[in-house]
């Protein structure tokens, strides 16, 4: 089992808290975060996924290509 880390801002306390926590407690987590990105809901409202939109969803995009590299190595 290992955790993905969604709805991630770097400004907030709670994911802040979160990162201090997974490292204290020694759970396994990935090193890719999700954010919380307002692209998410609109690909999900067009029916595509981030990598269809272009440079409109790069930065979406390019976290789950992340975070698929990095479950690859689970397998």
């Known amino acids: 089992v290992v955790l993905v880390i969604n709805q991630f801002e770097t400004r907030t306390r709670l994911s ?3 990162e201090r926590a997974l490292a204290e407690l020694e759970l ?3 090193h890719a975060f999700i ?10 409202l067009e029916g595509r996924t981030v990598h269809d939109l272009g440079s409109r969803g790069k930065a979406a995009s390019e976290e789950i290509h992340q975070l698929i590299e990095e479950m690859e190595k689970y397998l």
Do not use: C, F, G, V
Request: net charge positive.
């Open 16 to 18: 802040q808290l979160m």
């Open 35 to 44: 954010k919380r990105r307002a692209i998410y809901r609109y690909s999900l």
């Open 28 to 30: 396994p987590a990935t």
